[in-house]
C-alpha cells in the first residue's frame, strides 16, 4: 500500500494546497509531539486486551480546540460502543506529518485520523475537486458542498481506491486577502503585490483577478509587508494574528475563496470488519463532535474579528455582483485545474449549493 500511496503522490498535482502554505492546520514539531502521550486509562483499557484499540493521529496542537473536543470525542466512542472500542489519541503530529499519517491508515499501522480533508490530494486528486479556489462563498457555502451527494460520491471512491473512509466536515478556517490598503472592490485587487503560496492554483487565480501574486515564504511575510515588498497577502484569520500581520494589514476583503475542512478518517478495510453498533458509536461521536467544533469555530471567529476591528481593522464582504465577475474571470482556471477530474458543469453545481 506504502508502494501505491507514493506512486500516486509523485503523480498527483494539488487544486488547492489549504493545507500546505501556512494554515492554521499547519504540521506541530516533533520535539512538541515527544511531550504528548495517550491518557493512562486508556493504555490500561488497552492492554487488558477487551477491546479494540484504535489510533486516532492528527497534527493539532494539544491545546488546540479541537484536540480538546477529541478527547471527549474518544470517551464518547468508549461510552457508546460498551467498552468494546477504545480510541487512543495522538495529536501533535506524534504520529507524523500528515502524508505519513496517511499512508499509516493506508497501510494499517495507524487506523483513524483527523486531518484536512484536501490532504488526500496527495493520493487521490479528486478529492481537490470540492475545495477548488472560489467555488464556495463562505464557510457554510463550503459544508453544504462537503455534504453534496457529488462529493460523497467522492469519498466512496476514495474509500475504494486508497483504503481511506473520510466522514464528518468540520471548517478549520477561510482563506481572505488582507491588505496595507483599502480593498472594498474587486478593482481594489488590480496590481497590488500580494503574497501566495507558490501552488499554480494560487498564482494564476490572483493573477487573473489583476493582482500582482508575489509567492513567498510564510516567514518573510512580516518583513516584507514592512519593506513593501508586498503589500498584502491572502491568509486565514488564525495565521495572520498567530503572525501580527494585523499590525501592517489594516484591510481585510473577506474572499473566502478558500475554506479548509477538516475530516475524521478512517481505514475503510478497517471500518468494514467493525460491527454495525461499533460503526454507529464512532459515526454518533463523531457527529456529536463536529457539531460542537463547527460551533467553536464561529465563536473563536467572532471574537476575534471584534479583537481585530478594535486593533483597527476594516472588514469588507464582496458584493454578490463582485463575486459573480470573480467567477466568471476564474473559470478559465478553474477548468484547467480540473482537467481529467471533473467537469465545470458539476463545478457550476457545486457553487449553485449556496442558494
Known sequence: MKRALALAAAAAFTLTSLTACGSSGSTQTQAAAQTEAPAAETTAAAASGDAKVLKLACTKSSESYMVKELENFAKRVNELSGGSLVVELYPASQLGGQDEIMEGIGMGTIEMSFLPASVCESFFPKIGVPGTLFVAK????????????????????????????????????????????????????????????????????????????????????????????????????????????????????????????????????????????????????????????????????????????????TFTTPSDEDFAQMVEILNPVAEELISGLATMEELDALRALAD
Not at 478549520?172 to 486577502?177: M, T
Not at 478593482?187 to 499554480?200: F, M
Not at 500582482?212 to 516567514?219: G, H, R, Y
Not at 511575510?221 to 519593506?227: F, H, S
Open 138 to 313: 463562505n464557510e457554510e457555502h463550503a459544508l453544504k458542498i462537503w455534504h453534496s451527494d457529488y462529493a460523497q460520491g467522492i469519498i466512496d471512491e476514495m474509500a475504494e481506491a486508497i483504503n481511506v473512509k473520510c466522514f464528518d466536515f468540520i471548517i478549520e478556517g477561510a482563506r481572505n486577502v488582507w491588505t496595507t490598503k483599502p480593498v472594498t472592490t474587486l478593482s481594489d485587487l488590480k496590481g497590488i503585490k500580494l503574497r501566495v503560496p507558490g501552488a499554480p492554483s494560487f498564482v494564476n487565480s490572483f493573477q487573473a483577478l489583476g493582482a500582482n501574486p508575489t509567492p513567498m515564504a510564510l516567514s518573510e511575510v512580516y518583513t516584507g509587508l514592512q519593506t513593501n515588498i508586498i503589500e498584502g497577502l491572502e491568509m486565514d484569520t488564525p495565521t495572520v494574528i498567530v503572525n501580527n500581520m494585523q499590525e501592517l494589514c489594516k484591510y481585510c476583503y473577506k474572499t473566502g475563496h478558500g475554506v479548509s475542512i477538516m475530516s475524521f478518517m478512517i481505514a475503510n478495510n478497517l471500518w468494514n470488519e467493525l460491527s454495525a453498533d461499533q460503526q454507529n458509536a464512532i459515526k454518533t461521536a463523531a457527529d456529536e463532535s463536529t457539531e460542537v467544533m463547527n460551533k467553536m469555530y464561529y465563536d473563536e471567529l467572532a471574537a476575534s474579528e471584534k479583537s481585530l476591528e478594535e486593533q483597527g481593522v
